[in-house]
């Protein structure tokens, strides 16, 4: 009987634990000193010339992919956020508290640009089910201003060049992605 009134206090204590720390996960955004730094080239899919650079805040956690750019008040053009996922699949993105629209790119594992969507701000009372999502396939998803893709002529099937990830993404970086496959 102890035994039993034992590991009941355990378990208890372990999901109390447990949802402290999702709950503190999600609940607390990530300062901008968190976000490590790095710059992407875009280039043409077909001559391989530089159609841009963007500056790139990295979003490589969970917490840092859910909370997005939904603290940051603006954008330049030239700046952005990349969100990196340990694998290539389908993703959907939402314009969750954002207060400026965005460009969203989906880039697959060897850096080619597989959609790219104009996402404009959804009505500021729309719940989270409401929210419109922008789907696409790949590794990294690029947020920018909404039209840059357009001013520098990035499209589908151009390449987005990210240092140690994708083939030829030899800039300097300031940090180091680690693959996963």
């Known amino acids: 009987m102890r035994t039993r009134i034992l590991v009941g206090v355990l378990v208890v204590s372990l999901f109390a634990a447990g949802g ?26 077909n001559d391989g010339t ?4 963007v500056d790139v805040r990295i979003a490589d956690t969970h917490n840092k992919r859910y909370t997005g750019l939904s603290n940051t008040t603006s954008l330049d053009d030239g700046e952005g956020m990349l969100f990196v996922h340990d694998s290539e699949g389908e993703y959907s993105y939402v314009m969750r ?11 697959d ?37 909404m039209g840059y893709t357009n001013r520098t002529g990035i499209s589908e ?16 970086p300031n940090r180091s992605i680690s693959i996963r496959r």
């Open 20 to 45: 402290v720390v999702a709950f503190d996960y999600v609940r607390s955004p990530p300062a901008p000193s968190e976000y490590e730094t790095t710059t992407v080239t875009a280039v043409d899919g």
């Open 50 to 53: 530089e159609l841009a650079a």
């Open 157 to 172: 099937g151009d390449r987005l060049l990210i240092p140690n990830e994708t083939a030829d993404g030899t800039a300097t």
């Open 97 to 107: 508290n954002m207060e400026f629209p965005l460009d969203i790119v989906f880039v």
């Open 109 to 145: 594992a060897d850096g080619t640009i597989t959609r790219i969507h104009h996402a404009p701000l959804d009505p500021a009372d729309e719940s989270e089910g409401q929210l419109t999502r922008y789907t696409g396939h790949g590794k990294y998803v690029l947020e920018v201003p």
